[in-house]
């Protein structure tokens, strides 16, 4: 995991690279949540049911677009959801964010990095299912430390406001996001 690592959409139309630091400091889960497989749906890509989505979480300071950034839109899922990031020009999904800079984060879909394997071991399981049960988190308190350390040291550092998906000066997202209905959301998943 020394350097950084080069990610790109599925028609390569959008492309760029997390920081050495950013890959270092990352932390790889799976989610099984029926909104990240709701998000995937909505795109036209594969179910990924029953398996994961598999993500890499970083501190959006350490993304770089270096080609195509005019194609990063958002969608999200319900008025209080996360921003579902996605490249409009193959409708290849891309990251999660909060809602606005101040919180960073970014979760990016693992398969968009030309080497997986850079991004380090599974270290979190989210929403995984049982019956009759609650969901759970296996590794919980790996990926909710990774997120609170990295959250502190850009909005200690000021690096928060250094984002491809929010405008430094005004705080908004870089593209208008689009609140899918609830019809919508319902033909999604079950």
């Known amino acids: 995991m020394a350097g950084a690592q080069r990610f790109s959409c599925n028609c390569g139309a959008v492309c760029?690279?997390?920081?050495?630091?950013?890959i270092k400091g990352g932390t790889r889960v799976v989610c099984y949540c029926?909104?990240?497989?709701?998000?995937e749906l909505y795109h036209g890509q594969p179910d990924p049911a029953p398996d994961p989505v598999d993500l890499f979480?970083?501190?959006p300071d350490s993304i770089t677009i270096t080609q195509g950034a005019a194609h990063l839109k958002a969608i999200r899922l319900g008025p209080r959801g996360p921003l579902r990031w996605y490249a409009d020009c193959c409708s290849t999904p891309f990251a999660n964010t909060l809602a606005k800079p101040g919180l960073p984060f970014a979760g990016m879909r693992s398969d968009l990095f030309e080497?997986?394997?850079?991004?380090?071991?599974?270290r979190a399981k989210a929403f995984l299912s049982a019956p009759g049960k609650q969901t759970r988190t296996k590794g919980g308190g790996v990926m909710a430390w990774g997120i609170i350390s990295r959250m502190i040291t850009a909005r200690l550092s000021g690096r928060w406001k250094?984002?491809?998906?929010?405008?430094?000066?005004t705080g908004k997202p870089v593209a208008e996001p689009h609140l899918i209905s609830k019809e919508e959301r319902a033909k999604l998943t079950p």
């Open 16 to 22: 760029g690279a997390v920081s050495a630091a950013g």
């Open 34 to 39: 029926s909104d990240c497989r709701a998000n």
């Open 162 to 169: 250094e984002t491809p998906f929010f405008d430094a000066n």
């Open 115 to 122: 080497d997986i394997s850079a991004l380090g071991k599974i």
């Open 57 to 59: 979480q970083v501190s």
